[in-house]
Structures are given as C-alpha cells and as structure tokens.
C-alpha cells in the first residue's frame, strides 16, 4: 500500500479551503422553529408551569395521606425466636410468635399485606449479580460458570435449585391474621398468587419441562438456608411452586434501600372481609425463621390500601410541590427584575 505524503502547496498554488460546503446543511441554513424569548413568553412559562407542578403535587399528597396503613414491628415480640435463629444448627427447630393488635376503624376496599426489613443491603454488586437468570428460566445450565458462587453447588457437586445469594437468602418467615370476634377466632383468607408482575411470572421466570415438578428438579438440592426444596415452596397450590413461585418472584426484584417492603399477601374479599377489615381485634400468627439480629435488622409486616397513585409514600408530591413553588417564585422574581429595569429604563437601544 502506498504512503500518502502532503506536500505544501508551492509558490504561487492556491491554498485548499478548510471551510464547509456551501449548503444549507453544512451552513445551518434549514428550517427551524426559533423562538423569540420575550418577558410575556418567559413568565407565563414560569407561572404555568408552577401552577401545574403546585396542582399534581397537593392532589397527590392528599391522595398519599388518604391511604389507611398499620405497621407493626414484631422483631423484640419475637425475642425468643429471635436468640433461637441466632444459631443456625437451629434451622430446623420451629418456632412460633403471636402480636395482638387493634383495628380502631374500618379498612376499606382491598388490602395489602407487607413485609418489611430494615437495615438489610441487597443492593451490594456482588449480591446483585448472584443469581443465574438461564437457570431461572427452566434451562439446563452448568451453574458453576454463573455468577452464583459460592452458592453453586455442594462438596458432593450437588447443585443448588436455584443457586445465588439472592435466592439463598429469601425471607422466609410465615405470617397468618386472625380476626378475634367476641368468642371466636376467624382467620382471614389471604391470596398467595397474583402478587407478582406479570412479565415476571410469565417471561422472566420458568419451571424446567416435565411431567411434574419433583423430577424436574431431580438431581438438585435446596439452598442452605432453605427449609424446603423450590418445588414445595407452596404446598397448598402446585401451581405456585417452583421458580414461579410468587414469593420467590417477589424476593429476587432486589431493592435499591436497605429498608423496603415487599408485597406478601392481599386480603380475599368474602364473607365478613367483603368490605376489607372490620374494626376489631387482630392477631398475627409468626412461624418465624428469617434472622436478622446478625445484622441489627428489623422486621415489620403491614396492611395497607393503595389508591389511585399507589401507596402511602408522599415523595413524588412533596417533589411536585416543591417544583411548583421554585417555578412560582422565580416567576416572580423575574417580574420584580424586569418591573425594576423597566423603571431605569437600562434596556438596550437598537
């Protein structure tokens, strides 16, 4: 191939030209919309603007704070389950809590309950990463070149179903309500499916093909810190066992916060819960077996209704508002500067 030299232009040779083309590209000739700023444009913007920000922001406060929400935190009313799951030989000892507490108004409309951990990073890159989305999807994979490690396989070369510190770590402890009317103990039918996102249930999560669920996870093994194998994760509905496991589903979206909740059940609105939950006294039954003293963790379960714009938390008005009124204000100091220039008459003269 040959070398291309540039030679300087000789004596008396023209200089090439280093400037574009003349077209209406090159040369910004197009059309275009510009608009010509004036202080009516400018300060309309400013207080329409504020005044919409100002709207959507008070009508979702209000929203937010028309949410009915109860949240117990039952980490020191479970003390002694607590000191036995701080030794994990323990993992397979029962133990069992109760908290009473007390409805002072309805509930009305559909209820959600939550589960909620404090203090608990799962948003650490090494935890983040520790699943293998192939295996989730029901595919025969060899886990060992995934990012689950160490949670891959045993020293037998068992491997793990599913594998990954995520999965290793699910919350696990069991929460039941009962309604105490007068004499009698009502428990509250909860929904344990459709709590999860749809392309998650449907696209993101699959159990591997066979005739049934326990010889298709044949050759496999449970997490450690897991009390059961992924196929009896729910003994009540086979259809909820597995990797589409609702509960499952729901733990492996990891937060970004080290305090967050996640849906656990909805109350099923029959009989005397049509309306959602009538003013009385309410019992939580706790299989509890998730430790969090390790870490100087807290847990909480909540019933809450959700509206329109979701639930309690006012940050996205709170934004609004507070976008509102800093448009609203500079709206007016661009008035008082323009009011006050106009006076001194400072503008430029053509």
């Not at 191939?1 to 008396?12: H, R």
């Not at 919350?171 to 999860?196: A, C, E, K, M, W």
Request: with cysteine.
């Amino acid at each position: 191939m040959k070398n291309k030299t540039s030679f300087p232009p000789q004596e008396g040779e023209a200089r090439p030209s280093r400037c574009p083309d003349n077209s209406a590209f090159k040369q910004q000739k197009l059309p275009a919309w510009k608009p010509q700023l004036t202080i009516a444009t400018v300060l309309s913007s400013f207080f329409l603007i504020g005044a919409f920000c100002l709207a959507v922001g008070v009508c979702l406060v209000l929203s937010a704070n028309s949410v009915r929400e109860i949240q117990i935190d039952y980490s020191d009313k479970c003390s002694d389950c607590s000191k036995l799951r701080e030794n994990s030989s323990n993992w397979n000892k029962e133990c069992h809590c109760s908290v009473n507490f007390t409805l002072k108004e309805d509930i009305l409309g559909d209820v959600f309950m939550y589960y909620g951990l404090q203090n608990f990073y799962q948003n650490h890159r090494r935890y983040v990463i520790s699943r293998s989305d192939a295996q989730l999807l029901g595919r025969n994979v060899n886990i060992q070149k995934s990012y689950c490690a160490p949670f891959t396989t045993y020293r037998n070369g068992t491997p793990m179903a599913p594998c990954g510190a995520i999965a290793n770590s699910m919350f696990n402890d069991t929460i039941d309500l009962f309604y105490n009317l007068n004499s009698s103990v009502i428990q509250v039918p909860l929904l344990r499916t459709g709590n999860s996102w749809w392309t998650d249930k449907n696209v993101k999560f699959r159990n591997p093909e066979s005739y049934n669920l326990s010889s298709a996870f044949a050759g496999t093994a449970r997490p450690p810190y897991w009390q059961k194998p992924v196929y009896l994760l729910d003994e009540e509905d086979e259809r909820n066992n597995g990797y589409i496991n609702d509960d499952f589903i729901i733990w492996m979206r990891v937060s970004a916060f080290a305090t967050f909740r996640n849906l656990y059940r909805r109350v099923r609105r029959i009989r005397q819960f049509a309306d959602g939950l009538p003013a009385g006294n309410y019992t939580f039954h706790i299989s509890y077996n998730f430790p969090v003293t390790k870490f100087k963790g807290r847990k909480h379960v909540i019933l809450s209704t959700v509206v329109w714009s979701g639930g309690s938390n006012p940050f996205l008005g709170i934004a609004y508002v507070v976008t509102g009124t800093a448009a609203t204000l500079a709206g007016f100091v661009i008035t008082a500067i323009h009011l006050k220039l106009r006076k001194k008459k400072t503008y430029f003269q053509k």
